[in-house]
């Protein structure tokens, strides 16, 4: 049986190599900081809006290298105004939550009971999907489904993204490419999954849209094939 699940769009800046930091373990946000990030941030945050996200969807391995070295902007980028709620994927159960409004949390059914104790207490919505190693991907988008979300908008690090890949639950991309380059043999970039074996498991995109946007930076919109 095929679960129903929200539209999926993947929405994410990065260098014009696919880069979304500048080495591992870096906020991003030192791009807009400094002020070469050709306003992609801004613009990426703005685009969920544009593309009627109704959730936003990182990983906890993004919310954790923030934590630790997280970068303070004289600015506050965009926040979306169609957005329900920030939906963060902890399979783990590794974060300490102190952030609680608008945020919904994805976990595995066995993780800790002292993690689900966490999000009770502190009055945290949660739903529960697979056991095991990983969260049932296409489970946990038919549940957020199930609570009326239609689109969600995925910003997640490499990994999550990755993951949504290779399980095909991903409908569109949206793309901006700041002015820059950043090389690194393992700096996190878009999309950090294992390899493909063979040509036919490549996924094949049709571009939708393309414009200039920001300051020197470039919008890609793909539809997904499916």
Known sequence: MVLK?????????????GKITTTPKRDVAEWTAAGIDGEAHEVT???YDELDC???VSGSESLIVWGANGVELEKPIYEPKKSKAYIVFDGRGRIDW?????????????VSEKYIQQLEEKGITYIS???GAH??????????????YKKLGLSGGGVINGAFLRQGLIDEISLVI???????????SIFDSENLKELNDVTRIELKN?????????????????
């Open 98 to 110: 102190y952030q609680t409004e608008g945020l919904l949390v994805v976990t595995r059914e066995d």
């Open 210 to 226: 393309m414009k200039t946007v920001g300051n020197g930076s470039i919008w890609l919109h793909y539809k997904v094939m499916k």
């Open 54 to 56: 109704d959730g936003l």
């Open 135 to 148: 969260i049932n991907l296409p489970l946990a988008l038919h549940k957020l489904y199930e609570l009326g």
């Open 129 to 131: 999907a697979g056991t």
């Open 45 to 47: 945050h703005q685009l």
């Open 178 to 188: 700041a002015p820059l380059a950043i090389g690194g043999t393992t700096t996190p």
């Open 5 to 17: 699940k929200p539209e999926v769009v993947l929405n994410v800046f990065s260098s014009i190599d």
